[in-house]
């Protein structure tokens, strides 16, 4: 039997269809995806992402230990409750995980990591942080839901009382506030507006409840990976691993090489590797009938071969790959060799089926930004 949340119970009465997910027992849908993802491109949507790692990091000099952790600078949050989005690196430059940090006080940083490398992450954290006699404490006593879509703040403010909820409508993107009981963060993985928001275990049923009754429809983990991949948002192991550095994960933005002297986990060997990076992450259009998955070869012309040769092909691989519903298209994320052609090949079944590169996210904010 795997990992249950506190709102394991709750799927099960809503008719969810249960699979494994990083060792937790999480819905995949309730009925249908597509109906699930189109809810919270337009109208409000709720996603149980209670599996996710909640950790809480304390100490005078937890932001020094931050700032030697992650790739990004979390010397750029001032104000309490600014959040930061970095990569956790091992020292070659592969990515340990990707998280959000929120910055709480001088002395209490806040960490929400992964929930299929939250083991790796944690005994990463705590080898790195007896250095700078930071505490982490992993809190098991709470939960967290996403509240995403156009709609999604508004119909959540009602639960809150009157002063908390000036403050949860006052919040500014990618910010987050303690309103006690709960923590409430503007941020999301839906490319939507919204909240996440982390509250106690044993209130979680009775609030899940609360949000479906202001018309907050529940949404499984197939409509949150269709939603992500139409935001041009990473998923770690398959867009991002130990594997891969963030310069050739499309992530290259979430590195502070500045300031020059902050010495960061991973940072020599990634500036040597910035020097001579060969490939890069891409979206890709799919032209043809068919569907783009993970694993797939995508095959294109070497510009950079002898003209004479019509044959010299470069390959890469698709990271991620789904159906549109938004877009109504096969989309996906693809790392390939640097190259500035247009078009690419992918093998489908056997078959090359053309798609066309393109700059992600797909959709955001219920737009489509790419031409289709």
Request: with cysteine.
């Amino acid at each position: 039997m795997g990992l249950k949340t506190a709102l394991y119970d709750t799927h099960v009465l809503l008719g969810a269809k249960i699979v494994d997910f990083g060792g937790w027992e999480m819905p995949l849908h309730y009925g249908s995806q597509i109906e699930e993802h189109h809810a919270v491109r337009r109208d409000a949507g709720m996603f149980d992402v209670s599996h996710m790692g909640v950790v809480d990091l304390r100490g005078d000099r937890v932001r020094e230990f931050l700032r030697n952790l992650l790739a990004n600078d979390v010397g750029r949050l001032k104000i309490p409750g600014k959040a930061l989005y970095s990569c956790m690196l091992l020292p070659n430059g592969g990515v340990i995980d990707d998280l959000i940090v929120y910055f709480m006080s001088e002395t209490w940083f806040r960490v929400v990591v992964n929930a299929g490398s939250r083991d790796k992450d944690l005994a990463w954290i705590r080898r790195h942080a007896a250095a700078f006699t930071v505490s982490v404490t992993e809190r098991h006593d709470l939960a967290m839901m996403a509240v995403q879509g156009p709609n999604a703040r508004e119909k959540t403010l009602p639960l809150l009382a009157p002063a908390q909820r000036t403050a949860a409508r006052d919040l500014a993107p990618f910010c987050g506030a303690a309103l006690d009981p709960w923590f409430i963060a503007r941020t999301g993985y839906t490319g939507e507006d919204g909240f996440e928001i982390v509250l106690p275990a044993h209130d979680a049923a009775k609030t899940w409840n609360a949000l479906r009754a202001q018309g907050i429809a529940p949404a499984g983990l197939g409509a949150r990976d269709t939603l992500r991949l139409e935001a041009g948002m990473n998923l770690y192991g398959n867009d991002m691993d130990e594997d891969h550095h963030p310069l050739e994960s499309g992530l290259a933005w979430t590195v502070a090489f500045e300031p020059g002297n902050r010495d960061f986990l991973g940072r020599q060997d990634l500036e040597n590797l910035q020097r001579g990076v060969g490939h890069e992450l891409v979206g890709l259009l799919l032209e043809e009938r068919g569907v783009l998955r993970s694993h797939q070869k995508v095959l294109m012309s070497d510009t950079a071969a002898n003209a004479d040769d019509s044959t010299a092909l470069l390959s890469g691989e698709v990271t991620s790959g789904t159906f549109s519903p938004t877009l109504n298209r096969s989309i996906a994320l693809a790392r390939v060799p640097r190259t500035t052609v247009s078009k690419v090949q992918v093998e489908i079944r056997g078959k090359l089926h053309t798609a066309s590169i393109v700059k992600p996210p797909f959709v955001r904010y219920g737009k489509i930004l790419i031409p289709v």
